[in-house]
């Protein structure tokens, strides 16, 4: 008989909405219920696509657009085959970014349409389930500076929030919209109690194609 494979979870938002901490709640949260569960992150900047990605942000190399959106694409579908084998092997993997916020950073972008920017990552793992933390940018604001790495400005954030809202829209995906602007416990909650009904749902379903069977997204 086949096992119950895990959920493909994922935490979108722009940044400071609290995705890492949260992930990392959410993983021990469901391991305290008894459940395989790790997380994972984008970009991983451990691998050699991943380091190159990374001196990118840290603004030491400069990398062309195009090149740079293929890159973040590529990272993940490095990894594909693990995460494939870890959501068959009954493991819930709880992911810090994924393809949306390839998508919605680099269209962001002067030049760049949607579709052109989802084609890459076409076929990868399909999430069961992707939590927005929702903040706006004035609630942003007070958690303090922007670091120095590429994309943290708060003119881009907004550009890439109105991205985020677009794809949101694409109904073959289970996007869930978190208030992040609640306490830290409160949103735990609510997203353990989310990822704890995509893990139940998702026991019965084969692992399917991110955006295969097309997108009502225009670009
Ligand atoms: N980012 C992240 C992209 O531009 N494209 C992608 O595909 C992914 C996964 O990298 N500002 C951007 C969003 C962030 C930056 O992410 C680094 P983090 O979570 O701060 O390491
Ligand atoms: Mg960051």
């Known amino acids: 008989m086949m096992g119950r494979r895990g959920a493909l979870i994922i935490l979108e938002g722009v940044d400071r909405a609290g995705k890492t901490t949260q992930c990392k709640k959410l993983v021990q949260a469901l391991q305290k219920n008894g459940r395989p569960a790790e997380m994972m992150r984008f970009p991983d900047r451990t691998t050699m696509i991943g380091q190159m990605i990374s001196s990118y942000l840290e603004k030491k190399t400069n990398l062309e657009d195009h090149t740079v959106h293929l890159l973040f694409s590529a990272n993940r579908w490095e990894l594909a085959p693990l995460i494939k084998k870890k959501l068959q092997q009954g493991v819930t993997l709880v992911v810090d970014r994924y393809a949306f916020s390839g998508v919605a950073f680099t269209s962001a972008k002067p030049g760049f349409c949607l579709e052109w920017c989802r084609n890459p990552d076409v076929g990868l793992p399909k999430p069961d389930l992707v939590l927005f933390l929702q903040l706006s940018p004035a609630e942003a604001a007070k958690r303090g500076q922007f670091g120095v790495e ?5 003119d881009f954030q907004q550009t890439v929030q109105h991205r ?9 995906l289970n996007w869930q ?14 997203i353990l109690r989310q990822s704890e009904a995509a893990i139940a749902e998702a026991e019965s379903q084969p692992i399917k194609e991110l955006w295969k069977e097309g997108s009502a997204v225009p670009c």
């Open 150 to 154: 590429r994309y943290e400005t708060s």
């Open 177 to 190: 919209v978190m208030d992040a602007t609640k306490g830290m416990e409160d949103l735990h909650q609510e």
């Open 164 to 172: 985020f809202n677009q794809l949101m829209k694409d109904p073959s």
